[in-house]
């Protein structure tokens, strides 16, 4: 297993160096929001393009300090009572993309998006459970998106939007988790750095598979990209915003370009929820591998 993470990380570092020279003098600037979500009236691109949504990644490499093996949930009917003995080390990947179904609507400058992200962590150097996927989460999502253009504290705010949201994963008891959001984003812009700030609102579940999801996973979040140069940096943090038992989460993602398509992709997440299994279980995970596309 050991010598497979290894020669996998070599591989990316070779690519790296072939391609170092080349990409000193490519400084890709930061992509905007209103290139990402096709806001410029003048210039629209159409309905059913697919594109990116949320960054498409693949981690050879992904090591847990806590793997889950034994899920729980505050509804007894969800909760595991046999052991799985998963491997700290797994592959991780994200696929993730979007596309317009209308557009002027809403006083002629709204658009209505659909987007699906899919989330995959595949026991694939565990031999013992026949390298099995651990967990697989799927997020559709229906969006409606209305273009702004204000001034706040150095920013300017591009957009404001309002989606659908379901996530699971697909699973039957006990291991079955699912929810539904109502979730706000404000999306703003300063030179190298984005930042969406996204609270969300839970819908009512009569059948509750995770009963304190949102005391774990958080009521909203925030997220930050950033440009220097070569490099790119951005963070996800997620948080319950309340005083008592405060939780969430803060995912930490470093790329540097190997060529003009492909990142090496490092990343970092510490506490609750990374998958939908794990919405109430605490780990420290590190991941290496390449990056697709970005925000």
């Avoid at 994200?94 to 026991?123: C, M, N, P, R």
């Avoid at 404000?186 to 819908?203: C, D, H, S, Y």
Wanted: one cysteine or more; aromatic letters at 14%; glycine letters at 4%.
């Amino acid at each position: 297993m050991i010598k497979t993470i290894l020669s996998a990380i070599i591989l990316l570092l070779l690519c790296f160096k072939l391609n170092a020279q080349e990409l000193i003098k490519k400084h890709a600037p930061l992509k905007s929001i209103t290139t990402v979500w096709d806001l410029d009236k003048a210039n629209k691109q159409g309905t059913f393009k697919i594109t990116a949504y949320k960054p498409i990644y693949f981690a050879a490499s992904r090591w847990s300090d806590s793997p889950n093996r034994l899920p729980y949930s505050e509804n007894a009917d969800y909760t595991v009572t046999d052991e799985i003995d998963y491997n700290s080390f797994e592959m991780k990947f994200q696929l993730s993309f979007k596309t317009k179904l209308a557009e002027s609507i809403l006083f002629g400058e709204g658009d209505l998006w659909v987007g699906y992200t899919q989330i995959a962590h595949w026991q694939i150097y565990n031999t013992d459970i026949s390298r099995a996927f651990r967990e697989l989460n799927y997020e559709p999502e229906l969006i409606l998106t209305y273009p702004l253009n204000l001034s706040f504290a150095g920013f300017t705010i591009k957009m404001a939007s309002v989606s659908f949201n379901h996530q699971s994963n697909g699973r039957d008891l006990p291991r079955s988790r699912s929810w539904n959001r109502v979730m706000f984003n404000i999306a703003m812009e300063r030179k190298n750095l984005t930042v969406f700030v996204k609270p969300w609102i839970r819908l009512p579940d009569a059948e509750d598979e995770n009963p304190l999801i949102t005391s774990y996973v958080g009521n909203g979040s925030v997220t930050a990209i950033y440009k220097l140069r070569k490099h790119t940096f951005y963070a996800i943090a997620t948080n319950s915003f309340s005083f008592k038992d405060n939780r969430g989460s803060l995912q930490f993602n470093y790329l540097y370009p190997i060529n003009d398509n492909l990142n090496l992709h490092a990343q970092f997440f510490t506490g609750y929820g990374e998958t939908l299994i794990d919405y109430n279980h605490y780990q420290n995970t590190i991941g290496l591998g390449v990056s697709f596309s970005t925000w």
